[in-house]
């Protein structure tokens, strides 16, 4: 759906796609075996035959997709607000309620879907077929509308009277329930697709295939053709471990410790895991061992492995990295003076940090800094994360460093449920991280601050 | 070849020109190579996803609850995003207004009204100072949010991106300096955000491009789009193609949100079903879909482990499927309109769903 379907005119696809749907679900529901025990229902004095109660409808949805009592109420809320059920007992309220009153199957001859879109020069009969029927039964909208039709189609007028009087006349030839029944139809059509307000609109959307358009395709296509796949059984395996290894990490599927502070109301949760902190959470740390990049987008998983590399004397790695990082995501106004910086530091002869890149690489990294651009360090930047990937990350993983870490983080203890259940704690304010990038010098004096308001570092 | 061309007249139709027939071969063309594509896809397809998931241990009761309800919006919530800090988040909303919220205390920080109605896209920058918007404007804007009282926002706004037509999505990429746009004029955008200067534009889509999502991974270059030709497309940030494309929904793609570990992708669409593509298999390896379940998927979202996907539906509900096995899990109830926005929290504690209802939820 987009806003092209709702501010200009059209038809409304998405809706094409739901009244499929439905009529799914109502030729299930009246399907000879399987579908609605229907009965005769009493309307004043006449009897309509192939009818069913609210009461009904949600029992047979509830069974067939197996689906809770509230669920089915919601769908045959919506059936009956497309018009495919239409109520007989207040046909203006369409609403489905869950008790005996009686509702009726919309003809498919009055699908939404079938007749759509509705024509005005249909609707212009109906309302003449109302008012000549009896004078005053048109409702003050639809005067309103029937007078507006008379201007705009003037021209079909005596056709448009022509042919409601034909289809009343027809009409009167009918046994008096086939009447009602019929009458009851049209005029549930006619408030779903000529509401007093206008809530569904119809409208369409056109296709910009040109040929330009198909020689992508086209290309895009044979480029795909030859691309290398990987068999599903191996794909998809790497779901259930994935899953399986952040389980404990989801905080929706396994709670969070101390507690959600949504739930509780408790930010302890927050404070304990932020950007930087004393001491880090075990679950923390833990997932710095899962990839090289949860380590890396950690702020203090990233520090810890910065203090490891300089024990290596491989810090200038992590660095060079960071560098290119900053020129990737960085204004495009810093670039120039970024790769100069970068070559100055890691890449010239006798640089102070200076990375050690194969010569295929660096050849090709020179050559482009003579023109820089924002990609330029790309190559060499992936062969340095490759390499820390490789052979520093595993040996960070099996170090005393990390091993330490681990050892004292912290395993926060389950809040348990306040002794009165109604007490709800007071939700504290946190310092807006504009503020604090605005107001930097004066938040590092507050960094271990006491009181009511934020706990001590940002709540990042 | 000859054709005979005639001057139009009312009576008189004019001749084809060989233009309709050149598109015409090349339309075939375009479709035989795409049946050849999924044959070749479907080759190496030697399990589906809900057998290999048959050893995993089945999901328990599920009771999820609205925690907080943001009121304030005048009108439809159209869009939202989560500020890192895990608290914050900004809306944005039909009647032009954008607004910044500490959901934790229902508290609003910053309102924002744009010159324009319907803002349709809005992002929370990684840093937390500024945000993006844009809808009907055809443009993305950013505004630096400030904490003094007595600055008018709207004076420091920034713009950004220019589109032909309504822009439908937008992000900033890992800083603050980039912004992808995503628009009604079926193409994607990369911008500079200091210069305005369009660093990338992305070409394919047939139709009105809706939404985007930047991939997690390592070297960071990828994104995925999807729009109203039903068509969900990967592109590589560096060099505008596009790499992979899917087309397997029969409606618009309304939403699309990469799997946490970046080898998938979900989308969902008008037609009632969220999808899964995988991206090294190339091919949907999931369609979650109900003959209950009738009305058009706006937004999806995944818990943080992807094993649960939150989709939100234009019937006012939010169903919780089981990504590995392909089942719901739970329905959600409580907005009284359509869902048009849902986004999971940046550490995974809960969800925000914005609905027409003119209302926002965090549900935990």
Known sequence: MTINTLAKGGCHREQMACFRKMEKVIVAMQDPDMGMKMRNQRLLITVIPHAMTGHDIIAWLTHKYRISEEESLHLGNMLVKYGYIYPLKEPRCLVLRPDESPYRFQTPYFWTSTRWPASELDYAIYLAKKNIRKQGELMEYEKERYSLLHKRINHTWDFVVMQAREQLRASKQRRKADRIVLECQEQAYWLINRPPVRSITLYCIQLYCNSDYYKREIEACRKALGRNRVKSSICLEGFLKYSEQYLNHDPIMQGCLPSNPWISDDTAHWTMN??????PTRLRVE??????????????????????????????????????????????????????DIYKNFLAPGAARWVNIDSKTMDKTLEGIKRPHRFVMDDAQM?????????????????????????????????????????????????????????????????????????????? | RKYMRSPPTPEMATQEVPLNETLAHLKTESETLKSKLE??????HDVELHQVAEKVEGLGQFVMKTRRTLKGHGNKVLCMDWCKDKRRIVSSSQDGKVIVWDAFTTNKEHAVTMPCTWVMACAYAPSGCAVACGGLDNKCSVYPLSLDKNENLAAKKKSVAMHTNYLSACSFTNSDMQILTSSGDGTCALWDVESGQLLQSFHGHAADVLCLDLAPSETGNTFVSGGCDKKANVWDMRSGQCIQSFETHESDINSVRYYPSGDAFASGSDDATCRLYDLRADREVAIYSKDSIIFGVSSVDFSLSGRLLFGGYNDYTINVWDVLKGTRVSILFGHENRVSTLRVSPDGTAFCTGSWDHTLRIWA
């Open chain 1, 287 to 340: 997932r710095w061992s899962f990839s090289f990049m949860e380590l890396l987008n950690d702020a203090m998983g990233r520090r810890e492995f910065m203090t490891y590399l300089e024990k290596e004397f491989s810090a200038e790695n992590l660095y060079f990295w960071q560098a290119c990082e900053d020129i990737r995501h960085g204004e495009s106004s810093k670039i120039v003076e970024k790769v100069e």
């Open chain 2, 39 to 44: 044959e070749e896809r479907a080759k190496l």
């Open chain 1, 383 to 460: 062969h340095i994360y490759f390499l820390m990937k490789k052979d520093s990350y595993p040996r960070y993983l099996k170090s005393d460093l990390y091993k330490n870490m681990l050892a004292k983080a912290i395993v926060p203890q389950e809040t348990k449920k306040s002794v009165f259940p109604f007490m709800r704690r007071q939700r504290h304010s946190s310092p807006s991280p504009a503020q604090t990038a605005t107001q930097a010098a004066e938040e590092e004096g507050l960094a271990k601050g006491a009181g009511a308001n934020s706990a001590a570092g940002s709540h990042f």
């Open chain 1, 274 to 279: 932020a950007e930087i902190v004393p001491v």
